[in-house]
Nanobody, 115 residues
Framework: VQVVESGGGLVQPGESLRLSCEAT????????MSWYRQAPGKERELVAG????????DYPDSVKGRFAISRHRTKATVYLQMNSLKPEDTAVYYC?????????WGQGTQVSVSS
């Protein structure tokens, strides 16, 4: 199983960014994919999650109304649309695949928000 994130970068406050995550190497129909982030010196936190059937978990208050997770309809790919980015959104963003009670993590993609 391989999980690969892409789309990170450096943006200014107020701008938008879209992250992508593709999971390959498995064939089970039921799975969940999530986005986490970890800022320097802080614990990794859940940002958004979605099941293979499209059920979205609640967003934490820190990103609610600004971030939105979505999925590709035919393959294990999820997106994280991040709008109105703030400096405090700066972190490494990780994608996690959960299938058959096992977790698989991507290598992470850096998102930096700075003027």
């Amino acid at each position: 199983v391989q999980v690969v994130e892409s789309g990170g970068g450096l943006v200014q406050p107020g701008e938008s960014l879209r992250l992508s995550c593709e999971a390959t190497g498995f064939t089970f129909a039921n799975y969940g994919m999530s986005w986490y982030r970890q800022a320097p010196g802080k614990e990794r936190e859940l940002v958004a999650g979605i099941t293979s059937t499209g059920i979205v978990t609640d967003y934490p208050d820190s990103v609610k109304g600004r971030f939105a997770i979505s999925r590709h309809r035919t393959k294990a790919t999820v997106y994280l649309q991040m709008n109105s980015l703030k400096p405090e959104d700066t972190a490494v963003y990780y994608c996690k695949l959960r299938v058959l009670s096992r977790d698989y993590w991507g290598q992470g993609t850096q998102v930096s928000v700075s003027s």
